[in-house]
């Protein structure tokens, strides 16, 4: 492969307290936190909006914010909660459908009110580090290049990508290095919400894709298919079609991924036209921005929270937050046979129940002054089944956020937990098993 040698002098444009890329909820999360905690911080999101998959794939709904009893997210998950559904909405629901724009809103509001230093349309080029100390991150603006240095560094690009960057170690799907496919998420009209079957917690849409199958509806058999969501009105969000064998860090791969995704669309309104009552007349209105990735790469960490902790309900001495939504693990290929976990999937995990999340899964080995919050912390495949979505988004990226806040004057790797815990549980963390 030929090679070019590309240097060049860029301005370090800020020197803050925290850096943070990616504004996903975990990132939201992060930089909400440390700047009410009276820090300088500044966020790159590469897209024009925060919010990652809802706001840009239009994955059309959040999954469980509580155990059946207790408020998983609490802090920041609470706010967003709150602000989208009413303080008095019933959050023990397994699903919660998402007003996508007012979603968009609500996270403007909350990190201009916060005061941290954000850009959009700001992208993550390259990390200036030597022996796990990073001193620097190298942004491509809209049109310039430019540094930011920071005393500490975050992690919620979802990829692991700054972690990588500065020589963190990771791992990516399963053994064979295969990974959950990607979807096309969609918004849709014209559906009779009165007439469609909906099932909280199962997926009634797939109840006919043998025979669509056997008539030749589609041209990949994908044999799991997640569903609609209800909207306001006749709108309906959809978490339709899976594409395999795309690895959500290459471009190559996402480039093929989102092309075949966007050539399938019509065959899923064919079937949802033909197949299935209430969705005679159902239209497809637009698909996401992007494709919406379920995994990709799980960064080492200090521990790594495993399927062991799931099963046992595990608590630790370390932990900075609680939840319980079930190891979801979707077909690595049409047809493939159900894992353990998918077939155990609809028995939930048990009112009441939750696992703990070490403040180690957000300690990148061997760095000094990096935290990892949000999808790419440090599980078991199986385990990132569960962390992966979004109200556990909240809960690393609020306790990264306030771990950077505490770091201000040491490393993450320094402060005290049991503080670190206390200042949390008085943000509204759930952690039962910590004393004030």
């Known amino acids: 492969m030929k090679e070019i040698i590309f240097q060049r002098k860029i301005p370090v444009t800020r020197q803050v307290d925290v850096f943070i890329a990616g504004g996903g909820p975990a990132g939201l999360a992060a930089a909400v936190t440390a700047a009410r ?4 911080v500044f966020l790159a999101e590469k897209h024009q909006s925060f919010g990652g998959a809802a706001a840009l794939s239009s994955v059309p709904a959040f999954m469980r914010f509580s155990d059946g009893v207790n408020f998983m997210a609490g802090g920041i998950g609470r706010e967003v909660f709150d602000a989208l559904y009413g303080s008095q909405a019933d959050f023990t629901e397994l699903e919660f459908p998402i007003d996508i724009e007012k979603l968009k809103r609500i996270y403007d509001d909350m990190m201009v009110k916060s005061g941290a230093d954000f850009l959009f349309d700001t992208t993550l080029i390259d990390v200036q580090a030597e022996n796990g100390l990073i001193d620097s991150v190298i942004l491509q603006g809209h049109e310039q290049l430019f540094a930011i240095q920071a005393h500490t560094f975050i992690d919620c690009t979802g990829d692991g990508t700054l972690a990588m960057m500065a020589g963190a170690h990771a791992d990516k799907g399963d053994e064979r290095g295969c990974m959950m496919p990607a979807t096309l998420c969609s918004l849709w009209s014209n559906v009779d919400w009165e007439r469609a079957v909906v099932i909280v917690g199962q997926d009634p849409d797939n109840r ?62 064919f079937y949802y036209n033909h197949y299935l009552e209430g969705y005679e007349n159902a239209k497809l209105v637009s698909t996401g921005g992007l494709l919406g990735f379920r995994e990709t790469r799980r960064i080492r960490g200090e521990y790594i929270l495993s399927n062991e902790d799931y099963d046992s309900r595990a608590s630790f001495e370390d932990e900075i937050g609680r939840y319980c939504y079930p190891i979801d693990l979707h077909p690595i290929a049409p047809g493939a046979e159900k894992s353990q976990y998918e077939e155990n999937y609809l028995k939930g995990y048990g009112k009441g129940n939750s696992y703990g999340i070490p403040y180690r899964c957000l300690l990148p080995q061997d760095t000094v002054n990096l935290l990892v919050a949000g999808r790419c912390i440090s599980t078991s495949r199986e385990m990132n089944g569960s962390t992966r979505v979004m109200p556990c988004c909240f809960i690393t990226g609020m306790a990264a956020g306030a771990a950077a806040a505490m770091a201000k004057d040491s490393s993450p790797r320094e402060i005290s937990v049991p503080e670190l815990q206390k200042k949390l549980k008085k943000m509204g963390a759930y952690l039962p098993h910590t004393a004030l």
């Open 37 to 40: 905690m009276g820090v300088s």
């Open 208 to 269: 006919n894709l043998s025979r669509a199958f056997a008539d030749g509806v589609f041209s990949v058999q994908d044999s799991s298919l997640p569903g609609m969501w209800h909207l306001p009105s006749d709108m309906g969000g959809g978490n339709i079609g899976h594409v395999f064998s795309v690895d959500g860090t290459s471009e190559s791969d996402i480039t093929r991924g989102i092309i075949e995704a966007r050539r399938r669309m019509p065959e899923y309104e």
